[in-house]
T-cell receptor, first 117, second 114 residues
């Protein structure tokens, strides 16, 4: 069964600090996909990144970067020089390819990030 | 281009009643999924429809049902409402049927059961 663990529940930082959000996943499949979503106070989930299990390259997009390590089953998300607008709940999610009728997207419980001015 | 839309935005129902939630996907997306998000938790998968066929079902009781129409819009029905059904119900659309592509979420319907 697939599972996503986000052990951190709440993180509070001061603006311009760097912050890393942890994600650990469990899956029996060799082919799977990992995602990060952001849920601002408005409630609508916003897609941030998608990564498949065969691509372990780290990715950087502006102030955001992602570190995917299959050896530790982790897909961590770092925000550099955080801003107040980064305040939101962040979810890591996992889908297993080829699960057929059991195909689904499994979310972690989310990490609430508060960035103080 | 319009994103995923959901209606209504808020709903208050009484225990035992029935409710229907509606979702319109992004144009060109044939996959629609439904999720329940209880306060303080991550979204929980309820159903997925692709090309009007049910492709996946989460661990929810038979009181929950859904369907997809020829224009790919979808409805989620919940019968015999319980207090525990109070949650944010999210709809998402996608290009792929198997969750290998990103899901695009709507703003959600906040259901309160009293």
């Amino acid at each position: 069964a697939q599972k996503v663990t986000q052990a951190q529940t709440e993180i509070s930082v001061v603006e311009k600090e760097d912050v890393t959000l942890d994600c650990v996943y469990e899956t029996r499949d060799t082919t799977y996909y990992l995602f990060w979503y952001k849920q601002p106070p408005s409630g609508e989930l916003v897609f941030l990144i998608r990564r498949n299990s065969f691509d372990e390259q780290n990715e950087i997009s502006g102030r955001y970067s992602w570190n995917f390590q299959k050896s530790t089953s982790s897909f961590n998300f770092t925000i550099t020089a955080s801003q107040v607008v980064d305040s939101a709940v962040y979810f890591c999610a996992l889908s297993e390819w080829g699960s057929g009728a059991n195909s689904k997207l499994t979310f972690g419980k989310g990490i609430t990030l508060s960035v103080r001015p | 281009d319009a994103g995923v839309t959901q209606s209504p935005t808020h709903l208050i129902k009484t225990r035992g009643q029935q409710v229907t939630l509606r979702c319109s996907p992004i144009s060109g997306h044939k996959s629609v999924s439904w999720y329940q998000q209880v306060l303080g938790q991550g979204p929980q998968f309820i159903f997925q429809y692709y090309e009007k066929e049910e492709r996946g079902r989460g661990n929810f009781p038979d009181r929950f049902s859904a369907r997809q129409f020829p224009n790919y819009s979808s409805e989620l029905n919940v019968n015999a409402l319980l207090l525990g059904d109070s949650a944010l119900y999210l709809c998402a659309s996608s290009l792929a049927w198997d969750f290998t592509y990103e899901q695009y979420f709507g703003p959600g319907t906040r259901l309160t059961v009293t």
